[in-house]
């Protein structure tokens, strides 16, 4: 593989965390959040892209990420107002800079004039009389070693600027293992002001003696500008712990009465010593005392000791901060599927064991529960490896927010929750579209207009809530606005129109709210750029479903609507209960399951045909009989000779499944049934048991929708929790 591309590809890796970190911290400015320390992150985010873009001569990006960050600099230094108006354009700006970067990593385009017209929103929000002009940033040609470097020779010799620097420069080896370039150093000086750049090779060894990873060249470099040494410092922000630095204002006076630092030092000392005639002639104690720098503002002062701070290692600025590497995922991937064969072999392993009929307190036996124990932390271990929190998912709505916001013409504010709830990565790769579609719902049909809003007595600003938590050992997570929720009359006439139920049926509320899951049905009367055309929430069901997880409604007319999906935390294992119907061998979910039972003479009553109906504490909940709904045998079975597991689906509706008898509680390893054989109607997925055989995996809502003959046509009552 090519060194270039993999460092390149590290680079676009880096750009997305910089890219999410820019996101977060301007939507926490917009949420009022304005101190140093998020601020000046901002602006380490966009300096961080632009340094790399520059890098691999990614020209566009650097172009628009250099007038970017100049107004982020505007910002930290107090000289910008973070008003709502600024913030709107900086987020846009971060669109458009995220745009940038995919169009340089997938080698698409973007749109010239989008991009150019934020570039001269955010010059024109540069304080002053004019606006920054557009940054010359092509690349550099070199003179040989100890030549003058003139970085823009085409340009006539600017006015004398106010401040003249010496910077004196030595890279450590360490800076360019990081993958920093001095010429990318000396670009970003240059765009400040005219430099003179000469470079020492005193310590250059011969070549038999070099070492290709070592640092051999100092740089002595002149710079004229009228900035600040604060800066001329911020150039080097991400090299200063790599690199012997040195920077001397030559403009600065120094000389008596020349109103320099050392000046007032020295007045300020004889005025104390003054106030203290009868001291004795000893060596004044220190004196903690602050000293005005001139021509230097307070919110300069501040945005200084912000950068100050900002510039410490790692290690001082975060001493929590755990350390990590990168490991490419096919690696992990590798080692969970070795880690659940082990969990299958460890399993048979224990199969023989059991057949061989050794006693409890054998050695074998014992070394054998250890191994168990050993094999499940390992499992959880790796599985921990792959959890992620669902804070990359929700990073990316916001944006969509803000351009459905536009594009629909309402005001609305989303509101994130439980962003740090962890899942597995499969399992978060694929929850975008769905979040996607049903943030586009709530804000295209659920929110009203500002004006409908008003007129209602609600806020002009609609909301949008998106929340994750952990529950019951699986994630759920919640879409839920403040719009009108449900018309449910217009609903189900829509659907009757469209021919997808029957013009009589007789729907409960919730069995209205789910028609709109099915496939071709849509409330928009007109086709748009965001919806009308019969897609989005059929393929949210199906997406869910084919994570194994479901998904309900609950709405209050003017009130709103809530959107639940219940996902595994992991496609990897589960936790089951082990049973037997007639002969074979199935695994019902841990989660799903409340109790089991066993049935007793007149707790079991017939509701016509085959249906039937057990008391369990005075409540009649629906009976199952799970070898007979998948074919396992023709005729009903006596439930007083087996075993009743009572299950419980996410909304609350519950099913008594009745089975011949249960093995016990095991973890088992996920294999997808679909992938390798073909969809079964009632099962998620199978498993391997430790005898070797293949076991299937009930799908606890799937069978609950079989059993019910009441369904509206492609309508899934499990999803609408009926029981």
Known sequence: MDPMAAIKQTFFQECEEQLAELEAGLLAMEGGDNDSETVNAVFRAVHSVKGGAGAFSLEDLVRFAHVFETALDHVRAGRLEPTPEVLKVLLRAADVLADLVRAARDGGSVDENRSQKLADELRALNPGDAAEPEDDLSGLEFQPVHAVFDFDEDEPAPAPADNVFIIKFKPKPSLYAKANETALILRELGELGPIETSCDVSDLPLLSELDPEGAYLAWTIKLTTPKNE??????????????????????????????????????LLARVQASEPDAPDAAPEPIATSIPTPDVSEPTERATQAKAAAAKPSGEADAKAAPTIRVDLDRVDRLIDLVGELVINQAMLAQRVTEAGLARASGIVIGLDELEQLTREIQDSVMAIRAQPVKSVFQRMPRL?????????????????????????????????????????????????????????????????????????????????????????????????????????????????????????????????????????????????????????????????????????????????????????????????????????????????????????????????????????????????????????????????????????????IKSLEANYRHVPGIAAATILGDGRVALILDVDAVLAKTQGDAPPGLNPGVSEAA
Request: proline share 5%.
């Open 230 to 267: 604060d800066a001329v410092r911020d150039v080097f922000d991400f090299v200063t712990w790599d690199c012997d630095l040195e920077i001397i204002n030559e403009t600065a006076p120094t000389g008596p009465g020349g109103g320099g630092i050392d000046d007032e030092l020295a007045a």
């Open 401 to 669: 927010v803000r351009e459905l916001a536009a594009m629909t013409g309402k005001s609305v504010r989303l509101v994130s929750e439980g962003e740090g709830t962890e899942v597995d990565k499969t399992v978060i790769e694929r929850l975008t579209d769905p979040l996607t579609h049903m943030i586009r719902n709530a804000i295209d049909h659920g929110l009203e207009k500002p004006e409908a809003r008003i007129a209602a007595g609600k806020p002009e600003e609609g909301t949008v809530r998106l929340s994750a938590l952990h529950r019951s050992g699986r994630i759920v997570i919640e879409i839920s606005d403040d719009g009108a929720g449900i018309n449910r009359p217009r609903v189900k006439q829509i659907a009757i129109d469209k021919g997808l139920i029957p013009a009589d049926a007789q729907l409960t509320d919730e069995e209205v709210d789910n028609l709109i899951f099915l496939p071709g049905f849509s409330t928009a009367s007109e086709i748009s750029d965001i919806s009308g055309r019969g897609v989005g929430m059929d393929v949210v069901k199906r997406s869910i479903q084919a994570l194994g997880g479901r998904i309900s409604i609950s709405s209050r007319p003017g009130k709103g609507s809530t959107f639940t999906m219940s996902l595994p935390l992991t496609l990897a294992v589960l936790d089951g209960m082990v049973v037997t119907v007639a002969d074979q061998t199935l695994i019902v979910p841990l989660t799903a399951i409340v109790e089991t039972l066993q049935p007793k003479a007149g707790e079991v009553h017939g509701m016509g045909g085959a249906a039937r109906v057990i008391s369990i504490r005075s409540k009649f909940t629906p009976l199952v009989d799970i070898g007979r709904e998948l074919g396992y045998r023709g005729s009903a079975s006596d439930p007083l000779a087996g075993v009743v597991i009572l299950v419980e689906t996410e909304g609350g509706g519950r099913s008594a499944f009745l089975v011949d008898a249960i093995q016990g509680q095991r973890q088992v390893v």
